[in-house]
């Protein structure tokens, strides 16, 4: 069969269009659980880089709040406050946010997730 070197995938070889298809499909989930732990990383290291955790200090703060703190757009905010419940870093009570409270001094970092220490 004719292979061509250019132009649209409809005029490519059907085995090469097959093969461009079957290389998304490599992804297992030790790749996804590397890809999230990367973006886990990231959304921390956002929260320190603006001392997100000092600004909350003991106290709760709202979605408004911290858009009114920081700028942006509330909908951002709640995402960005959300995945850090989710992380285990901050806990939301109602419409507010507040720092989770660790049974020990320091998290561990397990499976790719903060957890405290359970001893």
Known sequence: ????????????????????QTRYKSWTPQKLWIAAGY???????????????DWLGNNTKSVRAAN??????????RIF??????M?????R?????????HSPLPVLWRGTFSPVTT
């Open 88 to 92: 285990g870093l901050l806990q939301k």
């Open 68 to 77: 009114n703190r920081f700028g942006g757009t509330q909908e951002t905010w």
């Open 94 to 102: 109602a419409m507010s946010y507040e720092k989770f409270s660790f």
């Open 39 to 53: 973006w886990q990383a990231r959304i921390l290291s956002t929260a320190a880089h603006l001392a997100l955790f």
């Open 1 to 20: 069969m004719k292979r061509f070197t250019s132009g649209s995938s409809a005029t490519r070889d059907p085995e090469e269009q097959l093969r461009g």
């Open 81 to 86: 406050l959300d995945a850090l419940c989710a």
